[in-house]
């Protein structure tokens, strides 16, 4: 069984850029969520996809924009990328038609905007 | 919106203590999760708990869901170094809802010097 795989490891971009990061969901799992993790806090739900659309969404700016794909494979782009948006970017997948829908989380990717 | 509370934010352990933490909310949850972060890797999945009361073991950690279904703790006993990381609680208030986690901030587990 593949686990939650995330790429790349780390980007540095500057303010103003764009980003889109990937990942790949555990074997079996249907469904991708995304989450933003400042240093030294808790992880805050972005979005969740399910079946290639968008299956709620925390509160954060429309320039966080996703996709899934039919492999359930998913990626989460970032426009006019501000300091703030410097963090460690978590990937979890689930099955959502599971019985107690734990998420998996990958190993993330680490963003610094300078 | 929802909140989860962690205490404490930070604790220093000796090899072989028992150790302890909580989270608190202000609204109900309807599964209680635990996850353990080391540095540069994400959280790993520890205990889930699905029933109010429910009192569930993984080894040395036990961790329970509170009868209110708005708090749970973790014990870790006889700990050893490689419990040192992050121990985050996240709670799921609704599986129709989306699956949105939410987290707490963090109990730092350190090793006394």
């Known amino acids: 069984e593949t686990g939650v795989t995330q790429s790349p490891t780390h980007l540095i971009k500057t303010r103003g850029q764009q980003v889109t990061l990937r990942c790949s969901s555990q074997s079996g799992h249907n469904t991708v969520s995304w989450y933003q993790q400042a240093l030294g806090q808790g992880p805050q739900f972005i979005f969740q996809?399910?079946?290639?659309?968008?299956?709620g969404r925390g509160n954060f700016p429309p320039r966080f924009s996703g996709l899934q794909f039919p492999n359930y494979s998913s990626e989460l782009n970032v426009n006019a990328l501000e300091l703030d948006d410097s963090a460690l970017y978590l990937c979890?997948?689930?099955?959502?038609?599971?019985?107690?829908?734990?998420?998996?989380f990958g190993p993330g990717t680490r963003l610094t905007v300078l | 919106g929802q909140q989860l509370n962690q205490s404490p934010q930070s604790m220093f352990i000796q090899e072989g203590e028992d150790v302890s933490m909580n989270c608190t909310s202000s609204s109900i949850f309807n599964t209680w999760l635990w996850y353990k972060q080391d540095p540069g890797e994400g959280p790993v999945l520890l205990i889930a708990?699905?029933?109010?009361?429910e009192l569930t073991s993984n080894g040395r950690l036990t961790a329970q869901f509170g009868i209110t279904r708005k708090d749970s703790f973790l014990n870790i006993s006889a700990s050893i170094p490689s419990d040192v990381g992050i121990y985050f609680c996240a709670g799921l208030a609704n599986k129709a809802a989306g699956n949105k986690l939410t987290f707490g901030g963090g109990t730092r587990v350190l090793v006394k010097p």
């Open positions: 979890a997948s689930s099955l959502v038609a599971g019985a107690h829908n734990e998420q998996f």
């Open positions: 996809y399910y079946r290639e659309e968008e299956n």
């Open positions: 708990l699905y029933k109010a009361g």
